[in-house]
């Protein structure tokens, strides 16, 4: 079964708006990574999570490593219509990359 | 930047047809990688291989068989496609080996296929 939970599952914003997801998971993860996936293309990494309490950012993108280690969550700030996609989390399980259902973001101009 | 190239952006098979999907990537990565992403499923890995003439099953590896004769190169094929395999096929690949192995998936920009 899903080992990853992701919320939520669709946001609507606007343009501007700051935009807040997480993800949690039933297990102590000692890796967080964050993807996007543009439509119809391949996901690309975002920001990668190696130290429970770690806070990465990468431009508009924020990303923390939960202190308990089953959770992360990802902070879009200022979005633009280009922020528009699926974002996914993904952890190591079972020395395999788990992933998360997606959220799905839109941006309205 | 790492670069993942998989051989078809779209493809259309009949029921019964074998295909294949192939994957290149250039960045000598020892490990490489198989998914399929379904609406509301995320992405669910089917094969994967740590080396050359190396693979492991996936999650879901039934009806599907991969190939790995050179390291850049990983091949799905479906012996006998069916109308449930219909799906976004993803390819990736990421770099070292056993307990160095990093988790840093770099994928490829998928074949959407469709079995009539």
């Known amino acids: 079964g899903q080992q990853l939970n992701q919320s939520p599952q669709s946001m609507f914003i606007q343009e501007g708006e700051d935009v807040s997801m997480n993800c949690t998971s039933s297990?102590?993860?000692?890796?967080w990574l964050w993807y996007k996936q543009d439509p119809g293309e391949g996901p690309v990494l975002l920001i990668a999570?190696?130290?429970?309490?770690e806070l990465t950012s990468n431009g508009r993108l924020t990303a923390q490593f939960g202190i308990t280690r089953k959770d992360s969550f990802l902070n879009i700030s200022a979005s633009i219509p280009s922020d528009v996609g699926i974002y996914f989390c993904?952890?190591?399980?079972?020395?395999?990359?788990?992933f998360g259902q997606g959220t799905i973001l839109t941006v309205h101009p | 930047d790492v670069k993942v190239t998989q051989s078809s952006r779209y493809l259309v098979k009949r029921t019964g047809e074998k295909v294949f999907l192939e994957c290149v990537q250039d960045m000598d990565h020892e490990n490489m990688f198989w998914y399929r992403q379904d609406p509301g499923l995320g992405l669910r890995l089917i094969y994967f291989?740590?080396?050359?003439?190396?693979?492991e099953k996936g999650d879901i590896p039934e009806g599907y068989s991969v190939s790995r004769e050179k390291k850049e190169r990983f091949s799905l094929i479906l012996e006998s496609a069916s109308t449930n395999q219909t799906s976004m096929y993803l390819c990736a690949s990421s770099s070292g080996v056993g307990q160095g192995a990093s988790y840093e998936q770099y994928f490829g920009p998928g074949t959407r296929l469709t079995v009539t």
């Open positions: 291989s740590y080396d050359v003439k190396m693979k």
């Open positions: 297990s102590i993860f000692n890796t």
């Open positions: 993904a952890g190591p399980l079972r020395g395999k990359l788990t």
């Open positions: 999570l190696y130290k429970a309490g």
